[in-house]
């Protein structure tokens, strides 16, 4: 089976949806992680493959979330070049109009998911990962400041300026996590157990769109090259 119809394969599972009805609570979920010290030698960003267009629609990944996330639509021009628009950084609390200030966010970090479980995977669910649509919260536009002030790093070592969003994303660090079956190391856990601390219905956000697309084709990936 051929590269690229692997990769097709698991986008297939990622955009699959879930059963109606289910919700999926980050406190719940927290337990169900596995604990691991990191996995810290082979790291290359580029063993995951950016900014693919998986659709074929002319629109790759980071345009696909300028588009998902715009509080005010832009303008699409040829080539999907985007003018206009506005979007919320939920980090940092501002407004933003200008999409070439914004970075995309991996929610957690390549590095983070290559130390965390991603070393073990194949090229085709690296990129799977790297360009996963089919979580909203995987991938998020915010200001390059915050963006790159976060860097590679987990909530034991740094948490949103913006303070009101610190549960939401403590609960969607853990969220994606398991949506890609990846560990916690010891620091990490006690960081995201204070973090839902007081956090309530915040921490219970994560509807059926979280269904781990590990469970089956990720899983057939994991030695395959």
Not at 19 to 24: L, P, Q, R, S
Not at 76 to 92: H, K, M, N, V
Request: aromatic fraction near 8%; hydrophobic fraction near 45%.
């Amino acid at each position: 089976m051929g590269r690229r119809l692997l990769l097709v394969l698991v986008l297939a599972l990622v955009l699959a949806p879930a059963a109606d009805g289910a919700t999926v609570g980050a406190k719940r979920l927290l337990p169900q992680l596995p604990t691991a010290a990191p996995h810290l030698t082979g790291y290359d960003r580029d063993l995951f493959h950016l900014w693919i267009d998986a659709d074929g629609d002319g629109c790759d990944t980071r345009k696909e979330v300028l588009l998902a996330e715009a509080r005010v639509l832009p303008t699409i021009l040829a080539g999907c070049r985007l003018s206009g628009g506005r979007w919320w950084s939920a980090y940092d609390d501002l407004f933003i109009t200008d999409s070439s200030s914004l970075d995309i966010d991996h929610f957690v970090p390549l590095s983070e998911a290559w130390q965390s479980g991603a070393w073990r995977w194949s090229s085709a669910t690296r990129e799977a990962y790297a360009n996963d649509l089919g979580y909203p919260l995987s991938l998020i536009a915010v200001t390059a400041t915050t963006n790159r002030a976060k860097s590679d790093m987990d909530p034991a070592e740094w948490m949103p300026p913006f303070a009101d969003y610190r549960c939401t994303y403590v609960a969607t660090w853990i969220a994606v996590k398991w949506r890609w079956r990846l560990a916690v190391d010891p620091l990490e856990r006690a960081a995201l157990r204070v973090g839902l601390v007081g956090c309530g219905a915040r921490s219970e956000e994560h509807t059926s769109e979280l269904q781990s697309p590990c469970n089956l084709v990720c899983r057939l990936l994991l030695e395959k090259k």
